[in-house]
């Protein structure tokens, strides 16, 4: 079955930096794109990035704009730079599922495989 492991978050000091890493398994074909949400308890999750897996297009939430980079290789990450009280969350791992427009999907969870999450505070 589909699974994805998060490792990376933390705590860290506002104007800190931390990396998330994020592996896939269980994929018969790779998924059309990647993406990392957030979400804080009481709120709904909040599209952080997506990247494409075919040219590695990449999307951000005005949010984070410059100051976050999504990547990949053998895995996802996202590198997260000049953080913000503001950031504090929990950061999810997700691949889509669908063939549609994966940022204008970022919405819909439920188009979405989502990992356990990893918890960032600042």
């Known amino acids: 079955h589909v699974q994805l492991v998060e490792s990376g978050g933390g705590s860290v000091q506002a104007g800190g930096s931390l990396r998330l890493s994020c592996r896939a398994s269980?994929?018969?074909?790779?998924?059309?794109?990647m993406g990392w949400f957030r979400q804080v308890p009481g709120k709904e999750s909040e599209g952080v990035a997506v990247i494409y897996a075919g040219g590695g297009s990449t999307f951000y939430d005005g949010s984070v704009k410059g100051r976050f980079t999504i990547s990949q290789d053998n895995a996802v990450y996202l590198q997260m730079n000049n953080l913000e009280p503001e950031d504090t969350a929990m950061y999810y791992c997700?691949?889509?599922?669908?063939?549609?427009?994966?940022?204008?999907?970022?919405?819909?969870?439920?188009?979405?495989?989502w990992g356990q999450g990893t918890q960032v505070t600042v």
């Open positions: 997700a691949a889509f599922k669908g063939t549609s427009s994966c940022w204008s999907s970022r919405t819909r969870p439920e188009m979405y495989n």
């Open positions: 269980g994929y018969t074909s790779r998924p059309k794109c």
